[in-house]
């Protein structure tokens, strides 16, 4: 079972992700691979739920972009968490493609990159369920300076410099 | 390390690693034990007795004591025992620029 | 803490932290203390926290793990070389090694003493942030940046710039693979920009305002490229959108199946300049905008910090030199090799070498870095830089000190007078040290300093440069010597391959092997071969590379090699 982090907090996980092999899908929020919207495009657009897609770490921005009036959630896949393409991913939805909805992120990251995550766009991070708490919770407090803009709307210190992160 | 395991059974083989906690050249030894010296090591002659023991090296490692054990050469004569290849035999001793550091020197990391 | 502040030599020409600075540090630092923790407890593994040390330049190596320090664009105080000089003797074996990116590796770290090792440096503005790993690493640039004579533009100011911006960007910390940014605000290119990932060019644009050159795809390991032209003149407001625009180019494209094809390079070659040019171009489009607008005022503040010393208003000719110089022939020597030509009148900036006849090449003892510091309070308004070629500077003495900096300098076994020669060998540390190795690189660079280490006749063969790396990731940037050494193994024997005609300046070239490779024992003396040829064909004026450039490599394979090989 995944747990999931918004805001450093464990969430209520309203989205059901399906099988692309599942033949009925169910009522509700769901999250669907971007192979699999492609596939039922027609059906899943009929439906009147939420629906979220998800992306590989390299099926980018672009492969989206045009359908994502669409969907309220994108999930972006780290098959490993030095596979940083959807930081990428993610700040281009938000900056290049005006996206609004949640984006999360799955697969295998580490509380060491949440706030990068949080400054790249994203809104949510599924962990698994052994997962440290403690150590997810802190990790938006940890650094509290940044010296590059980014999508958090960070107060501006001095020069290049902004303040970031919860004060912990 | 993969390694064609013919020939394998006629060499010598040890166990080393590094230690987590100080980065200190490691040899697995008797009692599943990690020697500071490549003399304590325990040599294997039998390659299903070599992969057991790396086995086991290898939960050592998943608990934290050292990092990524591996199997390596030595060869043995004048009743000592020393690494085959250079790269070995410099981890074993030392640097071979600083004769006054490291094993060669009695240093402990 | 304003400990830095405190010494009446504080006047480098360096960017001074303030409390917004120390606070990240220390944040900093304590996330990694937590790492560490986290790793011992087993919340973390060794694959999880490989990646996550070496963005803090934590290496294990051979013996023991390494710590590499960063020296952005390789400035320091005397107050942090003192501390580097105390680090290593309280937590290493009283020694250091400065290497080809301008930083300093410590190599018989504990894992467990991190963290306080990082408080130490900490104290004095220091740290070990991407010194490593698969993120934006230490700008590098020109050692005598702020000094040299022909300089159109202040590297360290953007340098400093891009040091800020990349530390933790939250979306290129995690890359297929290393980035490297070099650059340099004079012609002659100082900095080996051709080798880089991203190179910049800093010059005057018609206008007058400050612009960039960007060049792209630079790098050496198994396979070299020469960076290429991305965009000439491009406005000083843009430099940083530009550079995100790179950047995320080559997070989304550059490849991730293949370690030895994920550098930006690769993606260079295989999509082609013009192309990437176009990708990269529209994705600038898009991010260019207020937000990311390098502003002005920005950068005249980070342009205070690089103010000059205060400089004395002298005569250019110094008597006392001239006299000094025909009296003694040693510092006579010393001059003409290590003391090069500044932009204010009365001054000179000096290479101090770290590569005595017989030594181990960027290695300094604690003591010798005390020393350096204190001489660099002396002569150099308490600041010195490090170089690319492993050596370090003093970069602003008075002409009519330069005697009495000599003379110190030998107290110490500094004094040794062969910047750009034969003895001043760039050598990676090899399989003495490095994990990496497949032979070793110090010995040989001993055994070459010690055959060639009479100092006339190094004078004699002018110009050479040597530079050996102990495998193929070429941190000794074996590619680009005038005499390139690869240590490779052979079934388990230490063996070196050897190339000519490499050059990391403005006329940046790679060498070509010139002959099979050789035994350990065979090095040196194909060396002394091919600077016997060089000897014998030279023309008046002619330095070896230009001999080799003249020739051919053939000529050199047939004399050293015999006409078979
Ligand atoms: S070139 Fe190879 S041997 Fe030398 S330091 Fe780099 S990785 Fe190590």
């Known amino acids: 079972m995944a747990l999931l982090l918004k805001d450093g907090a464990v969430a209520e996980n309203s989205w059901l992700a399906i099988d692309d092999e599942a033949v009925t899908v ?51 896949e780290f098959p490993v968490f030095r596979d940083g393409r959807a930081f990428s991913t993610a700040r281009e939805l938000r900056e290049h493609h005006g996206f609004t909805g949640e984006i999360r992120a799955v697969g295998h990251v580490l509380p060491d990159q949440y706030q990068f995550l949080v400054r790249t766009g994203f809104t949510s991070v599924e962990v698994a369920d052994t997962a440290k708490l403690e150590s997810w919770r802190h990790a938006l407090s940890e650094i509290s300076v940044a010296y590059q803009a980014a999508l958090t709307d960070d107060t501006p210190l001095s020069n290049l410099r902004r303040r970031v992160g919860t004060v912990g | 390390m993969a390694r064609p395991a013919e020939g394998f059974a006629e060499g010598l083989r040890v166990i080393t690693a590094n230690r987590l906690d100080s980065g200190a050249v490691v040899w697995f030894g008797p009692g599943d034990s990690w020697a500071h010296r490549i003399a304590a090591a325990t040599i294997f002659e039998r390659a299903e007795e070599a992969e057991a023991a790396l086995e086991r090296a290898k939960a050592a490692a998943a608990a934290g004591v050292v990092v990524e054990p591996y199997l390596i050469e030595v060869v043995r004569g004048d009743d000592r025992v020393r690494p085959l290849r250079p790269r070995e035999l410099i981890r074993s001793l030392g640097p071979s620029v600083r004769a006054d550091l490291g094993i060669q020197a009695g240093q402990q990391q | 803490m304003t400990h830095l502040q405190a010494g009446p030599y504080h006047q480098a020409g360096q960017y001074h932290y303030d409390e917004i600075d120390r606070r990240f540090l220390a944040e900093r630092v304590e996330q990694f203390r937590r790492q560490v923790e986290r790793r011992i407890s087993g919340e973390l593994t060794e694959a999880e926290f490989r990646p996550l040390r070496l963005m803090n330049g934590l290496y294990l190596q051979l013996h023991a793990y390494m710590l590499r320090v960063a020296v952005p664009y390789g400035v320091l105080s005397s107050a942090q070389l003192r501390q580097l000089a105390a680090i290593g003797r309280k937590y290493d074996r009283g020694y250091g090694h400065f290497t080809t990116r301008q930083n300093l590796q410590f190599n018989w770290i504990k894992l467990v003493d991190v963290p306080a090792i990082l408080d130490d440096l900490a104290k004095v503005d220091m740290h070990a942030i991407q010194t490593s790993g698969n993120c934006i690493r ?51 290119d100082r900095a080996a920009l051709a080798i880089h990932d991203v190179a ?40 940083l959108a530009y550079l995100e625009a790179v950047l995320r180019i080559y997070n989304q494209y550059g490849r991730r199946d293949n370690i030895y094809k994920a550098r930006i390079k690769i993606l260079v070659h295989e999509v082609g300049i013009d192309k990437l040019r176009q990708q990269i171009d529209a994705e600038f489009e898009r991010i260019r905008g207020p937000k990311y607008r390098l502003e002005s005022a920005i950068v005249d503040a980070i342009r205070a910090h690089f103010a000059p010393p205060p400089f004395e208003v002298l005569p250019d000719e110094v008597p006392s030199v001239v006299v000094a110089m025909t009296g003694d022939a040693a510092f006579a020597r010393w001059v003409q090799t290590n003391v090069v030509r500044h932009r204010q009148p009365g001054y000179a900036s000096v290479t101090i070498s770290l590569k005595p006849a017989g030594g181990i090449p960027g290695d300094a003892t604690s003591e010798q870095m005390e020393a350096v510091a204190d001489l660099a309070e002396r002569f150099s308004f308490g600041e010195l830089r490090v170089s690319h070629e492993q050596n370090l500077v003093l970069a602003h003495v008075r002409r009519d000190a330069l005697h009495a900096l000599w003379t110190e300098l030998g107290k110490h076994g500094l004094e040794t007078a062969n910047a750009g ?60 010597g005038h005499i390139g050494v690869l240590g490779v193994d052979k079934h388990g024997v230490e063996t070196y391959q050897i190339t000519i005609g490499g050059s990391a300046d403005e006329k940046a070239a790679l060498g070509a092997v010139v002959g099979p490779a050789v035994g350990y024992d065979e090095v040196t003396d194909k060396i002394e071969r091919l600077v016997a040829a060089y000897l014998d064909w030279r023309l008046e004026g002619e330095r070896f590379i230009d001999t080799v450039a003249r020739l051919g490599v053939k000529a050199f394979r047939e004399r050293v090699y015999g006409p078979a090989a």
């Open chain 1, 26 to 76: 169910p009522e509700g929020p769901v999250i669907v691979s971007l192979e699999r919207w492609r596939r039922d495009r027609a059906a899943l657009s009929a439906r009147n739920t939420p629906l979220g897609v998800r992306l590989k770490s390299d099926q980018l921005a672009g492969e989206v972009a045009a359908d994502l009036d669409r969907f309220t959630l994108v999930a972006l």
């Open chain 3, 138 to 188: 230490n700008v590098t640039t020109d050692q005598f940046a702020g000094a040299a004579e022909d300089e159109v533009v202040d590297p360290r100011v953007y340098a400093e710039i891009m040091r800020q911006w990349s530390t933790l960007h939250p979306e290129f910390t995690f890359l297929p693979r290393k980035f490297k940014i070099a650059i340099t605000g004079s012609p002659h």
């Open chain 3, 200 to 239: 910049v060019r800093a010059r005057r644009l018609a206008d007058g305002a400050v612009g960039f050159d960007i060049y792209v795809g630079g790098g050496l390991g198994r396979s070299p490229f020469l960076a290429k032209l991305l965009r000439e003149g491009l406005p000083e407001a843009d430099l």
């Open chain 3, 421 to 480: 020669l034969i003895g001043d060998i760039i050598a990676c540390p090899g399989l003495d040290y490095c994990a990496l190795a497949n032979a070793r690189s110090i010995p040989l660079a001993q055994q070459i300093s010690e055959r060639f280490a009479d100092p006339e006749r190094q004078h004699l063969i002018g110009e050479l440069k040597i530079k050996m790396s102990g495998c193929i990731n070429a941190c000794g940037h074996h590619h680009v």
